[in-house]
């Protein structure tokens, strides 16, 4: 089974899965340490990200070598967004600031073939032996969700488009900012529209995630979510330094 297979068996059954972060560090081989963690996907940011598309290009190249699924997060709605990235070898987008049915449908539009969209044939997008049915299939969306206006057109997003979108994920500080709760994520409006999410997408099995740090992801679990989008490059190498200084400073207290 291959790794886009297995992720998307696991989002039809609503079951946890990891993405981890990626904004900025320009490494090819690190998707491979990224793979063999375990995590189900990474996220390359180039909304608020370091990245360009052309700084990616290289591990786009590795992730589809090891078979580590590829998201990109597009800065835009346009096609020369969407549609690059899928050419580069990306494994599907994560679309930001989704807040109504057209904002899904121009998507659609720009990352599948026809006859269910109006992408044109380029670059690495089609794998080796791939079919277009099957590029269509095997593309992921996942829609952002940052904003009560997005929460309130969701379900019907869903109804219509719900088929095609692999995830919806909440955006917290920008959700936070758009209820005017000055970046206080867990202010009541922000709260309140996150559980909404939540239960929209249950009405629709569909699987529901945020980006959030590693500490409240056990909150959210618990809450009802699943997709667990987390843990950026650069907090990741910190934590690991803090962790051998931590070992190091415990020494003379263990006696050694």
């Known amino acids: 089974m291959t790794a886009i297979e297995h992720l998307k068996q696991k989002l039809t059954a609503r079951e946890k899965t990891l993405g981890l972060h990626m904004g900025g560090l320009v490494y090819t081989d690190l998707p491979i340490y990224y ?27 590795t992730s589809r070598r090891v078979d580590m699924i590829s998201i990109v997060r597009v800065a835009d709605y346009d096609y020369h967004c969407i549609s690059r990235v899928l050419d580069m070898g990306a494994d599907g987008i994560l679309l930001p600031r989704v807040e109504t049915e057209a904002h899904v449908e ?23 032996g791939e079919t277009i049915d099957r590029f269509n299939e095997d593309r992921l969306l996942f829609i952002q ?12 997003i869903l109804e219509r488009y719900g088929d095609e979108i692999a995830g919806v994920i909440i955006g917290p ?62 907090s990741l190498i910190a934590k690991g330094i803090s962790c051998i200084y931590d070992i190091v400073e415990t020494l003379g207290q263990k006696g050694i």
């Open 35 to 61: 793979k063999n963690s375990g995590a189900d996907f990474m996220v390359y940011d180039l909304e608020h990200g370091n990245y360009t598309p052309e700084s990616i290009f290289d591990m786009l190249t």
């Open 106 to 128: 121009n998507a659609i539009n720009c990352m599948r073939f026809y006859p269910k969209g109006k992408k044109g044939v380029g670059g690495k997008a089609l794998k080796p």
């Open 145 to 156: 969700i940052e904003s009560p206006l997005g929460v309130s057109n969701l379900d019907k």
């Open 173 to 234: 500080s920008d959700m936070s900012i758009a209820c005017g709760c000055n970046l206080d994520i867990k202010a009541a409006p922000v709260v309140d529209n996150i559980r909404r999410t939540i239960e929209i997408c249950a009405s629709h099995n569909k699987s529901v995630g945020i980006f959030t740090s590693e500490s409240d992801i056990q909150y959210y679990y618990d809450q009802g979510m699943n997709i667990f989008w987390t843990g950026t490059e650069m």
